[in-house]
């Protein structure tokens, strides 16, 4: 459903994804959002896959969790959304869960990652460089430009091969960055690709045949 690029650092989480989302054959459905920041828990939500799945866990986020910083969040997360995923069929394609956050107890920033595939098992992050979907990239070439502009280029040639692609995840719309470190949350469009305004037709025109 999505491309999701972060830079998880010491001080510092900084994530880039598309706004495209397809529907169940595989056409342009909508524009959406896929990062949620969720500042009251210092954290922030991101998805790939089934996008019901995906507001079901933010609804539930919202609506039940009691807490101050992802460090409760991360204890209750995978039997969450085992519980969340049963309405769903099994064919219903692979979710993958991101969350990063500020954790008030040990006073670090906290990355961790939830996939269906493996049960929403936790998985915790140390810093690294996520690529997703991943593409042969000349990062030392590209980077002399800016890391923002980097990152543009980056995930127009992860769209190039997506688009290609009989299976393709979808990717479009914008590119949305977030920025978030202990005190701050800052998300902001960064880049429009150049098919967002056919995009747009093919998602009216699809939702015309769907009515």
């Known amino acids: 459903m999505t491309a999701i690029n972060f830079i998880y650092e010491e001080n510092q989480i900084t994530i880039y994804m598309d706004t495209l989302s397809l529907d169940e054959k595989g056409r ?9 920041p ?3 828990l210092r954290s922030v939500i991101c998805g790939t896959g089934n996008l019901d799945l995906i507001m079901d866990w933010v609804h539930q986020v919202q609506r ?3 807490a101050a910083d992802i460090a409760y969040l991360s204890e209750i997360t995978t039997e969450q959304l ?12 692979a979710t993958t869960i991101y ?33 997703k ?5 000349d990062w030392d070439q590209e980077g002399k430009a800016g890391l923002d502009n980097a990152f543009i280029n980056l995930m127009v040639k ?13 990717i479009g719309g914008e590119i949305h960055k977030f ?14 690709f150049s098919d967002y305004e056919s995009c747009y037709d093919e998602i009216l025109k699809n939702l015309k045949s769907r009515s």
């Open 28 to 36: 342009p459905f909508k524009y959406v959002s896929k990062l949620f």
């Open 38 to 40: 969720i500042p009251h």
């Open 64 to 66: 039940n969790v009691i």
């Open 82 to 93: 085992i519980a969340l995923q049963e309405k769903y069929p099994k064919d219903a394609g």
């Open 99 to 131: 969350q990063f956050g500020y954790s008030q107890l040990v006073e670090k920033l906290k990355g961790y990652v939830y996939r269906s595939t493996k049960d929403f098992f936790q998985e915790e992050y140390d810093f690294c460089f996520g690529i």
């Open 133 to 137: 979907p991943e593409v042969d990239f």
């Open 158 to 170: 992860q769209k190039e091969i997506d688009d290609k692609n009989p299976n393709r995840v979808g």
């Open 179 to 192: 920025i978030l470190n202990k005190d701050t949350y800052l998300l902001y469009t960064l880049h429009r």
